[in-house]
Nanobody, 126 residues
Framework: QVQLVESGGGLVQAGGSLRLSCAASGGTFSSYAMGWFRQAPGKEREFVAA????????YYADSVKGRFTISTDNAKNTVYLQMNSLKPEDTAVYYCAARDKYMLVVITTTRSYTYWGQGTQVTVSS
């Protein structure tokens, strides 16, 4: 059973940085795609970034491009989301997700992911 556990959320001032981690277990992830999504109060869950487990392919939402970086550590079975230049509008619960293959046509959609973590809160104060 695949399990995803996020960590690293917290409270930070605007302009600051945070690094989220997603520890994956219970599967063979070499061909997987990993995604980060976020959900603010009263809003739908939205795509943030995705990566092929090998790290060769990445994709970002326009709202975070140039500020956020997604990466993998294969030895640790962990996916990271480095978030810099944070803005109050980045405040949300951030979720890690996994699906069995990196396909650009679907990696931005929530319903294409099979496994989800429990989420970690990120709050950016102005």
């Amino acid at each position: 059973q695949v399990q995803l556990v996020e960590s690293g959320g917290g409270l930070v001032q605007a302009g600051g940085s945070l690094r989220l981690s997603c520890a994956a277990s219970g599967g063979t992830f070499s061909s997987y795609a990993m995604g980060w999504f976020r959900q603010a109060p009263g809003k739908e869950r939205e795509f943030v970034a995705a990566i092929s487990w090998s790290g060769g392919s990445t994709y970002y939402a326009d709202s975070v491009k140039g500020r956020f970086t997604i990466s993998t550590d294969n030895a640790k079975n962990t996916v990271y989301l480095q978030m810099n230049s944070l803005k109050p509008e980045d405040t949300a619960v951030y979720y890690c997700a996994a699906r069995d293959k990196y396909m650009l046509v679907v990696i931005t959609t929530t319903r294409s992911y099979t496994y989800w973590g429990q989420g970690t809160q990120v709050t950016v104060s102005s």
